[in-house]
């Protein structure tokens, strides 16, 4: 193992409002862990994404008992998350079952920093009046994530039916040429929907991230 292979941010938070997150997709087991331990000598809680449960039970009890983990969402979070307040200001909207991992990273993402979220799934553009039926729970959003897959068209019509801003996540659901979402990431970025504003494929995190940012901008 080589020296030196992290440098933990922990002044990050103090600069910009969000803590460092752990990107654990492409970090071994025994980095991971590393990571944790002096965390937890720092007395700093943290944001694990893209953590997946095969490597979750892979890193040491002593270690893993220290991380509330839910292996859909692929996310840990070690130490306390904030305290939910208040009503939900940002609505995550996602076009299929397909894409409820997104979701639930998003989710996970905003639950850490003490933002509830009202959720509403399975809305996507081929049953038209599923959203429709649904528009009023978001209009008095804050903030609207829009998650979707295939041709993405969803956070195009949200963004002509609400006046929050509206973030699209593209995912990389989808068969032959919209697998892997740059289709979805492409027709989101083309939107005539003004203003909408577009993360990377499958970044929930991202997209969470980018909502605790507007909602600041709030207060």
């Known amino acids: 193992m080589l020296s030196n292979e992290h440098m933990l941010d922990l002044s990050r938070a ?40 095969e490597k979750f039970e892979k890193l040491p009890k002593t270690i893993n ?51 509830s979220a009202l959720l509403i ?34 956070p195009t019509v949200l963004g002509g039916l609400v006046s929050c801003p509206v973030i699209g996540v593209p995912t990389s659901v989808g068969y032959g040429v919209a697998k892997g979402g740059e289709v979805a990431l492409k027709s989101m970025l083309s939107s005539c929907s003004s203003g909408l504003l577009v993360v990377n494929i499958d970044n929930g995190y991202g997209a969470a991230c980018a909502a605790i940012r507007i909602l600041k901008s709030h207060l």
């Not at 995550?92 to 990273?105: F, K, N, R």
């Not at 994530?145 to 969803?154: N, Q, R, Y």
Request: charged share 20%; glycine share 8%; with cysteine.
């Open 14 to 53: 103090a600069r910009t409002g969000l803590d460092e997150a752990i990107f654990c997709d492409g970090k071994t087991a025994p980095q991971i862990a590393e990571i944790v331990s002096e965390l937890v000598k720092k007395k700093t809680k943290a944001l694990f994404t893209q953590l997946s449960q």
């Open 121 to 154: 799934n399975d809305v996507g553009v081929a049953g038209l009046w599923r959203l429709l039926s649904n528009v009023e729970r978001v209009q008095h959003m804050a903030v609207v994530i829009a998650i979707a897959g295939m041709d993405a068209a969803l």
């Open 65 to 115: 008992d220290k991380i509330n983990y839910d292996p859909f969402s692929k996310t840990g979070i070690l130490g306390q998350p904030l305290t939910h307040s208040g009503n939900p200001k940002v609505g995550i909207v996602s076009a299929g079952t397909s894409d409820l991992q997104v979701a639930a990273e998003a989710n996970r993402t905003l639950a850490y920093y003490g933002k």
